[in-house]
């Protein structure tokens, strides 16, 4: 199909290619959505916008959706270890981060994984923050908008975050590590602005701030599945294993409670932890 004229493609063509790419690569439902949102939706706006076909000539107009979804996994039915990221896993993330810091120290991808690790923050938040946003005095980071792009313009724009409500993340000493870094660097090269995650010719996309963990995916050969969002669920699982209560958790990573509680906590307490806890519940 990819040789074919898109003007002669089909929405039968269309279903049976998603159904195909579903069972092979056994998509997730909300994969399965995003991939078909973003590259055949995505492909005939580009055509439709370039004078390719006609708006009435896109066949995803007449795609059915369930004719491919229902080939794709629930959510849930992922096992613990492909929704977080592991300690084995961060270590190779963590390390291939300092690569890079050493090879091109002004290069501000690693450090938004860095600071998302950190905080939890989405790609959008990361690529929206700002310096007057970072309250050092104060010990929180605001996180007040959202980089976004819009498929239409092919722009990238701020807007509000993702569910319109402003909320604050607290500055450990191993954030503020990271923010000093990369201030340091940013005066050392002259390269100061507006945006945190900025080299002085422009700031990071969010396109380019998730890129960066499918790239040392592959490049590291990592089996399991690594994003920003994966980092999310993952410190909030790390915190509910240290006690942090349910609606604290939420709020610094911008949930309703029921929704983090869903989707974005897991199981990470380790084996030997679970070992002496069976082993107490069990004596007399």
């Known amino acids: 199909m990819a040789e ?22 056994n998509l997730t439902t909300r994969k399965a959505h995003e991939d078909y949102n973003m590259f055949f939706k995505a492909v005939y706006r580009q055509a439709i916008a370039d004078s390719l076909i006609k708006s009435d000539g896109d066949p995803c107009l007449f795609v059915l959706e369930n004719r491919f979804m229902q080939y794709g996994r629930s959510e849930k039915e992922r096992p613990d270890d492909e929704r ?15 690569k890079d810091h050493e090879r091109k120290e002004d290069y501000m991808p690693p450090f938004a994984y860095e600071l998302s690790a950190l905080t939890g923050m989405r790609c959008g938040e990361l690529a929206g923050l700002v310096w007057k946003n970072v309250d050092f005095d104060g ?36 954030i503020r590590d990271v923010l000093d870094r990369i201030r340091l660097i940013q005066q050392r090269y002259g390269k100061t602005g507006d945006y945190v995650f900025s080299n002085g ?33 993952t410190l909030n699982s790390r915190m509910a294993v240290q006690g942090v209560p349910a609606s604290t958790r939420a709020s610094l990573l911008g949930h309703i409670p029921r929704v983090n509680e869903n989707n974005y906590t897991y199981d990470m307490l380790p084996m030997d932890q679970k070992r002496e806890m069976v082993a107490n519940a069990g004596k007399r």
């Open 4 to 25: 074919m004229d898109i003007r002669l493609i089909t929405s039968t063509q269309i279903e049976s290619l998603m159904t195909a790419a579903i069972k092979r690569y």
């Open 84 to 98: 977080v990221i592991s300690c084995d896993t961060r270590k190779i993330l963590d390390n291939a981060a300092q």
């Open 139 to 174: 010990g929180a980071i605001h996180i007040v908008q959202s980089q976004k792009f819009n498929e239409a313009t092919r722009q990238y724009y701020i807007a509000d975050t993702k569910n319109h409500k402003h909320r604050q993340v607290p500055i450990t000493d191993a």
């Open 201 to 233: 010719k422009a700031a990071c996309t969010n396109r380019q701030i998730s890129d960066y963990l499918q790239n040392k995916r592959q490049q590291y050969k990592i089996v399991q599945p690594v994003s920003i969002h994966a980092a999310r669920r």
